[in-house]
């Protein structure tokens, strides 16, 4: 499986802790600072989507830090990833899109060659 640098950007984060999709945002502004908006949410959306169903990300809801999470089904992701309100930040007590690495996401991030 190839995995491309906002990929692994994004498994780094998510093998560490769950991560918000304003975070993941974050990724995308740090590694295209020349794209705009609307071009990086779209960039984030397709590949934390694409990530969900190569089973590599699981995406869930929180409401905050220490609550239990509900875990989103796979089919159901796109329509919540297509959400332009779940891409802005949110106070953590409100519920909110997170996501984490899998078993799977872990096992290929921690596989990788280290980049230097």
């Known amino acids: ?8 950007e994004l498994l ?6 769950w991560y918000s ?20 949410i779209e960039l984030a959306r397709v590949t934390v989507s694409r990530m969900i169903e190569n089973d590599l990300l699981l995406l869930c809801l929180f409401k905050h830090i220490g ?7 796979k089919e ?19 519920w909110h899109l997170r996501f984490v690495a899998t078993e799977k996401g872990k096992r290929i991030y921690f596989s990788l060659p280290t980049v230097s």
């Open 1 to 8: 499986m190839t995995i491309s640098p906002l990929e692994r």
């Open 67 to 73: 609550s239990k999470e509900i875990r989103i089904a």
């Open 76 to 94: 159901r992701s796109d329509d919540l990833l297509c959400d332009m309100s779940n891409w802005q930040p949110v106070p953590a007590a409100q």
């Open 21 to 40: 999709l304003p975070e993941a945002l974050g990724v995308v502004r740090d590694l295209f600072p020349a794209l705009d908006e609307s071009d990086r």
């Open 12 to 17: 780094s984060l998510a093998t560490e802790d």
